[in-house]
């Protein structure tokens, strides 16, 4: 069985090489459909095909990335090699790792150009399984006028924005205003409070739930102390209702003009700056607060990343055609066209990039200092630590348990599924 | 039975049979055989075997992103340390489920029962009136589903906007995000889509009461309640614990509902809705397959046993 794969592949890359200096290959590329990512990703392609004489097919697939991880994770099961490359997430590498090829023969150094952050987070048992195509890192919005008029500074600790967003918020409701509220965020019990809560007890010094070797150290008094602090926002200046918010909900909130703070990932600055914004022109972004004491600052990184089946049979031309997608000169037009962050730190220093999106020069020390979710740790099992996890911070938000009480109870059940830490 | 009698070329009496006659219901049989035999490779092929599949793989540590590695660890995923009896979350998927079932089906049967006399009264809308409280029960659940998840949102739900224009709430409701209110929701709407479907059993068993009992209960000038306590009742009892068993096996192994309506929240979660989790978010092939199978078990018992209670009603009656 092994021997027969690993000839299979043998075969498949002599193939590829044939291909690449002979024939044309037609490569089946799958990305995501969100508004104009798709439109920018066939024209990329089709750009890519006409200059190597190739083919590209862009396949369709589910919006919803909980969907679209399981078809992928069907198609790759299945060793089918029905679609060559593809887009994935930041979180899955350590999910789909085995089933895709390693890009190291193919980079010649590229990898060096890109972030290390994201180069680690793509790194699978040694082997490089994906290229980061662009980034994304929780961010706080504020709005400069309210900040400015209550002579409030931009938050460096935890403290001093839930302080701010009380007392903004108490002055604008006793001005009239009173649907304003201090501070939005995600809460509703999906993958996104995972990244909320990990920017809250990393900052704390609390940890990443699981630490590289595996070792579970979530349960301790920092996270509990972050947590803690989380839980006290609800109903006071955040929302109750924020238990179920996701991204577009608390855009929702604070692009209507009824918050003072947000956290949200880079797409909604061009939203909340775009025509019909109730607060265009007000708006600042910066680095998401730390603890008070210990820590510094984390933002959870996201982002997506372009990456071969190991199960295609043009590994040269399909690992082409990602490292020309995620080139420099395809991350600038990405940016210039559609706001999204290069991967690259040399563009952010780029003018034209600077000049069409004034937040991205900001965005550079985030990006360096962006915490992963525990993803290379746990594996295949990522996605089981995430859901106890968001589960877990779900329950003190909504103040069914105490901070410790539900550390303690995810530190047992993160043992069991673990095996006892073993991950396997 | 008739199929094995004649096969043995003995009548039930136990006398032989001419020659002839035992090798023409020998062919018969045979034939009988052959026409079975398509349903029964299909029903293999769709029912068996992947049954079989399942059970086989709830002993193993299967997981799906390399299928072909596994090796059998028998009853671990069962009785294990890590098994499925020591896991809390497949209790709280338990009991979840015995909670939708009890409520849904006790609300429904209720309901149905009041729908049913309703429609019974002979009135020139009845059949109007029936092929209306048809349209719940016929709209696919998932449609449904997601129609009642807009319904009942938090900011942009019709029933929160009444509720407080007539002043009833303050602040909206999240129905299905609020932790204590989300099963009362889901039970809500499936009572509002199955009513109809245990209204129109009860109803068929309505009819069949014979009138005579009726008018001579009208002879003797018997009260209304004590009509329908003394004779409708009791005459249409074995036709509502039909009802209701059905009822039951359904609501023991719901999926779309409460995946769609409240996706894999712990305080809602089914036993079938763990159950995907495990298999498809997680991967878990293995472990899965053991929690589909303990499903199975349960409810192929609760079967059995209804099927039990049922026969034995109907040779007391």
């Known amino acids: ?424 | 039975m008739e199929l094995t009698h004649t096969a043995t070329g003995v009548t039930p009496d136990g006398s032989p049979v001419p020659a002839a006659r035992a090798g023409l219901s020998a062919q018969r049989r045979r034939r009988a055989w052959w026409m079975l035999a398509p349903m029964l490779v299909v029903l293999a092929a769709v029912a068996g075997w992947p049954l079989l599949r399942t059970i086989f793989f709830s002993l193993t540590d299967a997981h799906l992103s390399s299928p072909e590695r596994w090796q059998f660890i028998w009853l671990e995923n069962y009785i294990g340390r890590y098994g499925l009896v020591l896991d809390p979350a497949w209790w709280g998927a338990v009991g979840n489920t015995l909670v939708f079932a009890l409520l849904s089906v006790t609300l429904e049967t209720l309901l149905g029962l009041g729908v049913a006399l309703l429609i019974n009264q002979p009135s020139r809308v009845r059949t109007l009136l029936r092929a209306a409280m048809l349209v719940p029960w016929a709209i696919p659940t998932v449609v449904s589903a997601k129609m009642w998840s807009w319904m009942l949102h938090d900011q942009f739900g019709v029933v929160n906007h009444y509720l407080l224009q007539w002043g009833l709430i303050h602040t909206p409701i999240a129905w299905t995000a609020d932790p204590s209110l989300a099963m009362f929701a889901i039970v809500l709407v499936d009572v509002w889509k199955t009513t109809p479907f245990m209204a129109l059993l009860i109803l068929a068993a309505l009819q069949m009461v014979p009138a005579d009992c009726y008018e001579a209960a009208r002879v003797d000038g018997v009260p209304a309640f004590t009509v329908f306590r003394r004779i409708t009742l009791p005459l249409i009892a074995p036709g509502i614990a039909v009802a209701m068993v059905f009822r039951m096996l359904d609501a023991l192994r719901v999926f779309d509902l409460i995946y769609v309506m409240t996706s894999n929240s712990r305080d809602t979660r089914s036993m079938s809705v763990f159950v995907r989790e495990q298999l498809i978010d997680f991967q878990q092939t293995g472990y899965g397959s053991a929690a589909a199978t303990l499903l199975f078990f349960t409810i192929a018992a609760i079967t059995i046993v209804a099927m039990r209670v049922l026969r034995s009603r109907e040779a007391d009656a």
Not at chain 1, 42 to 67: C, F, I, L, M, Y
Not at chain 1, 141 to 170: C, F, H, M
Not at chain 1, 187 to 204: D, I, K, M, P, Q
Not at chain 1, 260 to 285: C, D, H, I, T
């Open chain 1, 1 to 424: 069985m092994k021997c027969t794969t690993s000839s299979r592949l043998l075969s498949a890359i002599a193939l590829a090489v044939i291909a690449t200096t002979a024939s044309a290959a037609s490569i089946k590329l799958s990305c995501s459909g969100l508004g104009q990512e798709l439109e920018l990703c066939k024209r990329n392609a089709q750009t890519w095909a006409t200059k190597t004489g190739h083919q590209v097919q862009v396949v369709a697939t589910p919006n919803d990335a909980s969907e679209r991880l399981a078809l992928y994770q069907q198609v790759l099961s299945a060793g089918s090699d029905k679609i060559d490359v593809f887009q994935i997430d930041v979180v899955w590498p350590g999910l789909l790792g085995q089933h895709l090829l390693d890009l190291k023969p193919y980079t010649q150094g590229a990898q060096s150009q890109h972030f290390a952050s994201f180069i680690a987070n793509n790194t699978h048992a040694g082997r490089l399984v994906a290229m980061p195509w662009f980034a994304n890192a929780g961010l706080l919005y504020y709005r400069r006028d309210l900040l400015e008029k209550y002579g409030e500074k931009v938050p460096i600790t935890w403290d001093d924005l839930t302080a701010s967003a009380k007392k903004i918020q108490n002055a604008e409701r006793a001005a009239g205003n009173d649907k304003m509220w201090g501070y939005v965020w995600q809460g509703r019990a999906y993958e996104g409070l995972t990244c909320n809560a990990l920017e809250w007890v990393a900052s704390h010094g609390g940890g990443t739930i699981v630490d590289s070797d595996g070792r579970i150290n979530v349960r301790n008094a920092n996270a509990a102390a972050a947590l803690r602090m989380a839980a006290s926002w609800v109903g006071t200046i955040s929302p109750t209702a924020v238990l179920n918010y996701a991204e577009e909900e608390a855009r929702g909130v604070f692009q209507a003009g009824n918050a003072v703070f947000m956290r949200n990932w880079p797409y909604a600055w061009s939203l909340a700056q775009g025509e019909g914004s109730a607060v265009r022109g007000k708006v600042g972004v910066a680095v998401l607060p730390r603890g008070a004491t210990q820590g510094g600052n984390a933002a959870a990184l996201g982002g997506e990343l372009l990456a071969v089946s190991k199960y295609t049979r043009n590994a040269g031309v399909a690992a082409d055609l990602v490292m020309y997608m995620t080139s420099a000169a395809v991350q600038k037009e990405r940016a210039l066209a559609g706001s999204f962050n290069p991967t690259q730190p040399a563009l952010y220093r780029d003018p034209d990039i600077l000049k069409a999106n004034p937040f991205m020069g900001e965005l550079y020390g985030i990006f360096n200092r962006a915490v992963a979710r525990p993803t290379s740790a746990t594996g295949a099992r990522y996605n089981q630590v995430s859901n106890e996890f968001w589960n877990a911070a779900h329950d003190v938000l909504a103040g069914r348990t105490k901070p410790d009480e539900a550390l303690e109870r995810l530190d047992a059940s993160l043992n069991r599924l673990s095996r006892g830490a073993k991950w396997n």
